[in-house]
């Protein structure tokens, strides 16, 4: 196997180590394909299916976040096939959920002419503010389910495994284990999840706060917590 592979995307030739994925490979050259759950730091699962590309000889689209170069790969980014799917996915997110307050996929939609009535009768994912801690909430109504902040929470960095999938099909949600409050879990509030979610589903809890008109100093005193003075023990 050679360490070196060369490939076509977009009619532009380049050559990458072997191993390297479509995504990378076009970012090498100046090629930028849209991601909604890929995030450098997070390992890549592929289910927002927005990076598609074209693979002359391949029969599906192939998520590029996850396809890995060969020799001879000749791939187009931006085809009419590979324009209607990403059209077609972010038509289906808008009709479902909140996306408000995530500017990088309303970029992205107005970059894919969305027809924000696509679907009119569609399902809303509509669930309550989750606001059980003083450090962040939780407003899965704008959750895309890019699971970043699964993966953050688990092996890609905290290890505390305080967040996980919950159901299935339309009704699944990010929650933790037996829907516990989170100060319950063994969530260490280290605040990871809030930095990689991309819609503000997981928003700081003083920001939220201020949001809501609280003055600055209410808000302070409803996020301060109480700190046990450590008395040292006479010898």
Not at 25 to 47: E, F, M, R, S
Not at 126 to 135: A, G, I, K, T, Y
Request: aromatic letters at 6%; one cysteine or more; charged letters at 25%.
């Amino acid at each position: 196997m050679t360490d070196q592979v060369t490939l076509t995307i977009d009619n532009q030739t380049v050559t990458v180590d072997n191993g390297t994925t479509i995504l990378k490979a076009a970012q090498h050259i100046g090629i930028q394909i849209p991601t909604i759950c890929y995030h450098d730091y997070c390992t890549a699962n592929a289910l927002c299916r927005l990076c598609v590309v074209e693979v002359q000889g391949a029969r599906l689209l192939i998520p590029a976040c996850v396809g890995t170069v060969s020799e001879g790969m000749v791939v187009n980014t931006k085809s009419e096939r590979v324009m209607r799917a990403r059209r077609t996915i972010l038509e289906l997110l808008d009709s479902a959920v909140d996306l408000s307050e995530a500017p990088d996929i309303q970029a992205l939609m107005a970059e894919y002419t969305v027809n924000h009535q696509r679907f009119p009768e569609a399902n809303r994912r509509e669930f309550p503010v989750l606001d059980d801690n003083p450090m962040y909430i939780r407003d899965y109504a704008k959750c895309v389910l890019c699971w970043r902040c699964v993966q953050v929470c688990a092996e890609d960095a905290q290890y505390t495994f305080a967040l996980n999938f919950s159901e299935r099909g339309f009704n699944t949600r990010i929650a933790t284990f037996w829907d516990k409050p989170m100060p319950e879990t063994t969530c260490v509030f280290c605040g990871q999840c809030v930095g990689v979610c991309p819609t503000n589903a997981l928003k700081p809890k003083r920001e939220w706060l201020l949001e809501q008109g609280h003055s600055p100093q209410e808000t302070m005193a409803m996020t301060r917590s109480e700190r046990k003075r450590l008395v040292g023990r006479r010898a």
